[in-house]
Nanobody, 126 residues
Framework: VQLQASGGGLVQSGGSLRLSCAAS?????????IGWFRQAPGKEREGVSC????????YYADSVNGRFTISRDNAKNTVYLQMNSLYPEDTAVYYC???????????????????WGQGTLVTVSS
Protein backbone atom coordinates (compact mmCIF):
# COMPACT_ATOMS: atom_id res chain seq x y z
CA VAL A 1 0.00 0.00 0.00
CA GLN A 2 1.29 3.41 -0.95
CA LEU A 3 -0.20 6.63 0.40
CA GLN A 4 0.42 10.03 -1.11
CA ALA A 5 -0.58 13.02 0.99
CA SER A 6 -0.85 16.45 -0.57
CA GLY A 7 -2.57 19.82 -0.25
CA GLY A 8 -0.65 21.47 2.55
CA GLY A 9 0.47 25.05 2.42
CA LEU A 10 0.46 28.44 4.08
CA VAL A 11 -2.90 29.96 5.02
CA GLN A 12 -4.01 32.81 7.23
CA SER A 13 -5.92 32.22 10.43
CA GLY A 14 -9.56 31.56 9.63
CA GLY A 15 -8.72 30.17 6.22
CA SER A 16 -9.25 26.75 4.72
CA LEU A 17 -7.25 23.98 3.10
CA ARG A 18 -8.13 20.59 1.69
CA LEU A 19 -5.71 17.74 2.13
CA SER A 20 -5.77 14.66 -0.08
CA CYS A 21 -4.57 11.13 0.59
CA ALA A 22 -4.36 8.96 -2.52
CA ALA A 23 -4.00 5.23 -1.93
CA SER A 24 -2.58 2.71 -4.37
CA UNK A 25 -1.14 -0.78 -4.48
CA UNK A 26 -3.65 -2.40 -2.16
CA UNK A 27 -5.02 -5.15 -4.39
CA UNK A 28 -3.81 -7.82 -1.98
CA UNK A 29 -4.74 -5.93 1.17
CA UNK A 30 -7.93 -4.65 2.63
CA UNK A 31 -7.87 -1.16 4.05
CA UNK A 32 -10.31 -0.82 6.90
CA UNK A 33 -9.73 2.82 7.65
CA ILE A 34 -7.77 5.89 6.65
CA GLY A 35 -6.69 8.23 9.38
CA TRP A 36 -5.23 11.70 9.41
CA PHE A 37 -2.65 12.60 12.03
CA ARG A 38 -0.62 15.69 12.67
CA GLN A 39 2.61 16.43 14.44
CA ALA A 40 3.75 19.86 15.50
CA PRO A 41 7.38 20.55 16.46
CA GLY A 42 8.16 19.14 19.89
CA LYS A 43 4.79 17.43 20.20
CA GLU A 44 3.55 13.88 19.83
CA ARG A 45 1.70 12.71 16.77
CA GLU A 46 -1.99 13.42 17.26
CA GLY A 47 -4.97 11.68 15.68
CA VAL A 48 -7.11 14.25 13.85
CA SER A 49 -9.74 12.29 11.97
CA CYS A 50 -10.52 8.84 10.65
CA UNK A 51 -12.72 7.40 7.92
CA UNK A 52 -13.97 3.84 8.33
CA UNK A 53 -14.00 2.27 4.87
CA UNK A 54 -16.34 -0.55 5.93
CA UNK A 55 -19.31 1.57 6.94
CA UNK A 56 -18.40 5.16 6.11
CA UNK A 57 -18.29 6.26 9.73
CA UNK A 58 -16.23 9.31 10.49
CA TYR A 59 -14.35 10.25 13.62
CA TYR A 60 -12.81 13.50 14.81
CA ALA A 61 -10.61 14.74 17.58
CA ASP A 62 -12.35 17.22 19.86
CA SER A 63 -9.92 19.92 18.80
CA VAL A 64 -11.11 19.81 15.16
CA ASN A 65 -14.70 18.63 15.47
CA GLY A 66 -17.00 21.02 13.64
CA ARG A 67 -14.13 22.56 11.66
CA PHE A 68 -12.68 19.60 9.76
CA THR A 69 -14.53 17.17 7.52
CA ILE A 70 -13.18 13.85 6.28
CA SER A 71 -14.59 12.29 3.12
CA ARG A 72 -13.79 9.68 0.54
CA ASP A 73 -13.90 9.46 -3.25
CA ASN A 74 -14.08 5.73 -3.90
CA ALA A 75 -13.49 6.08 -7.64
CA LYS A 76 -10.24 7.95 -7.02
CA ASN A 77 -9.15 5.86 -4.01
CA THR A 78 -8.66 9.15 -2.22
CA VAL A 79 -9.60 10.41 1.22
CA TYR A 80 -9.89 14.14 1.78
CA LEU A 81 -9.60 16.29 4.87
CA GLN A 82 -11.38 19.60 4.45
CA MET A 83 -10.03 21.99 7.07
CA ASN A 84 -11.97 25.18 7.76
CA SER A 85 -11.58 27.93 10.34
CA LEU A 86 -7.92 27.13 10.75
CA TYR A 87 -6.04 28.43 13.78
CA PRO A 88 -2.28 28.89 14.24
CA GLU A 89 -2.36 25.90 16.61
CA ASP A 90 -3.38 23.73 13.65
CA THR A 91 0.11 24.26 12.23
CA ALA A 92 1.79 20.86 11.85
CA VAL A 93 2.90 18.22 9.43
CA TYR A 94 -0.18 16.23 8.50
CA TYR A 95 0.08 12.53 7.71
CA CYS A 96 -2.42 10.07 6.37
CA UNK A 97 -2.25 6.43 7.35
CA UNK A 98 -3.99 3.17 6.47
CA UNK A 99 -5.27 0.65 8.96
CA UNK A 100 -5.62 -2.99 7.88
CA UNK A 101 -7.87 -3.83 10.81
CA UNK A 102 -10.54 -1.92 12.66
CA UNK A 103 -10.16 -0.97 16.28
CA UNK A 104 -13.03 1.43 16.76
CA UNK A 105 -12.45 4.10 19.35
CA UNK A 106 -8.71 3.36 19.34
CA UNK A 107 -8.37 5.03 15.94
CA UNK A 108 -6.27 7.79 17.48
CA UNK A 109 -3.45 5.33 18.29
CA UNK A 110 -0.79 5.69 15.57
CA UNK A 111 0.70 2.27 16.36
CA UNK A 112 -2.44 0.60 14.97
CA UNK A 113 -1.83 1.91 11.46
CA UNK A 114 0.08 -0.19 8.99
CA UNK A 115 1.07 2.26 6.26
CA TRP A 116 1.90 5.96 6.32
CA GLY A 117 2.13 8.69 3.75
CA GLN A 118 5.04 11.10 3.64
CA GLY A 119 3.34 14.07 5.31
CA THR A 120 2.33 17.50 4.10
CA LEU A 121 3.07 20.72 5.96
CA VAL A 122 0.23 23.01 7.01
CA THR A 123 1.20 26.43 8.31
CA VAL A 124 -1.45 28.79 9.67
CA SER A 125 -0.31 32.36 10.21
CA SER A 126 -1.91 34.67 12.75
Amino acid sequence: VQLQASGGGLVQSGGSLRLSCAASGFTSSVIYAIGWFRQAPGKEREGVSCFSISDGSTYYADSVNGRFTISRDNAKNTVYLQMNSLYPEDTAVYYCAAMLGWYGAAWTNPSLYDYWGQGTLVTVSS
